[in-house]
Structure formats: C-alpha cells, structure tokens
C-alpha cells in the first residue's frame, strides 16, 4: 500500500497543486486567489458560484475525518472544517466530473460565519485496471471578529489511491495539514503556525 501511495504522489507531480492564500481582509471579508496566477474569487456575498456538472455518471465521494491517523499530535475535526467534491458542507456547493478518458475533476465551495471554504481535486478513475487515484487540496480561510485584523489560513493536501470493486473504490490517502494565524485568530492547537500529517481512509463511487 505504501507503494502504491508513492505512485501516486509520483504520478501527480505534473499536475500543478492549487492552494489558495489569505490575501486581503477587509470588514471582516475574505478574498482568496489561487497561488497559480489565476483571477481572484470572491463576490459580492463572498463565494464564487461553482457551475454544476451536466451529464456523466453520479460521483460520490467522502474523507473519514473521524478515522484519521496523525503523526504526532492532531484531530480528526482538523480535517472536517472544509470542503471537498462534491461538496461536504451543507451551505456549499461543488462537483465532481469523470470525463471518458477517466479523468476526475471536481471543485467545491462554502461560507460560514467569517469563514470561507474552497476544495480542488484532480485525478483518475481507470476502471480497465481497476485502480484510481486522486489529489485534493482544501483551504479554509478565517477572519476574526469585526474591528480586528486577525486571520487564519488553513490548506490540507491529500494525496490517494486504490483498487476499484464494483464501481467504488476505498484506500488510504496521506495528507499534510497546515495553518498560519495572525491573532486574535489562532491555529485549532491556539498556536499561530503549525503543520501536522498522517494518513485517512476515503471512499468514492461512481453510478453510472
């Protein structure tokens, strides 16, 4: 297994990682922009509207937050704030596509309270070897209260693969977690800068 999950970060080091940063709180409203050089997100309410897959199968998919593994210190609720395709929050929206040459492509979006969500993923679906795998990056931006500057910048990154039985597939997928903080907003271990790894289970399946 430990193979196989190095085959697939190998496999995805062309596909260019999309994480998003902190770069501009005003009245209490977050802008996130993509670090690839793309437009910047964002409207007036705050969430850029994700256009909704037409066609094509029903893709479900779902990280295990609460079976993560951490190296050292973390909790599983590290992982449950965010979004990812689908989409995970119930205020969100996403989705998630697999085009005829098993391409996977899906992206998601939501808002909470003085918090904005954006998920990414990439990967492939290869029924005829009965294997996939995939690359996630999630981001949860956070201001504090009205009237001060503090904000924090949370990105977790997933890498994983496995075998596919019956149109679903389950495995292992390593991540790495990280937050930078300003206060009055601090990490969830009230620190102001952290990184943390380990590994999740997680499913997906596809209906035809």
């Known amino acids: 297994m430990v193979e196989t999950l190095n085959s697939v970060e190998g496999s995805m080091a062309e596909t ?10 005003a009245a209490g409203r977050l802008k996130l922009t993509q670090q690839a050089g793309q437009e ?25 937050a609460d079976q993560a593994v951490f190296n050292g210190d973390g909790k599983p609720g590290y992982l449950s704030s965010a979004c990812w395709p689908p989409h995970h929050n119930a205020d969100g929206a996403g989705y998630l596509t697999l085009a005829a040459d098993g391409t996977l492509a899906g992206s998601c979006s939501g808002r909470q309270p003085d918090v904005e969500l954006r998920g990414t993923l990439t990967g492939r679906w290869d029924e005829a ?3 996939m795998s995939f690359h996630l990056v999630t981001n949860s931006g956070r201001v504090g209260p009205e009237g001060t500057e503090g904000h924090a910048n949370l990105n977790v ?50 209906v035809p």
């Open 157 to 206: 990154v997933y890498h994983g693969a496995g075998p596919i039985v019956n149109g679903a597939a389950t495995g292992p997928a390593a991540f790495t977690y990280t937050c930078d903080a300003v206060p009055d907003v601090h990490c969830a271990d009230f620190s102001f800068a952290f990184t943390v790894s380990g590994t999740v289970p997680f499913t997906m399946q596809v």
């Open 40 to 64: 910047e997100s964002g409207s007036a309410g705050g969430v850029t509207p994700i256009p909704a897959a037409s066609g094509g199968p029903l893709i479900t998919f779902d990280i295990l």
């Open 16 to 25: 260019a990682t999309i994480a998003w940063q902190l770069t501009d709180v």
């Open 129 to 131: 070897a009965g294997t």
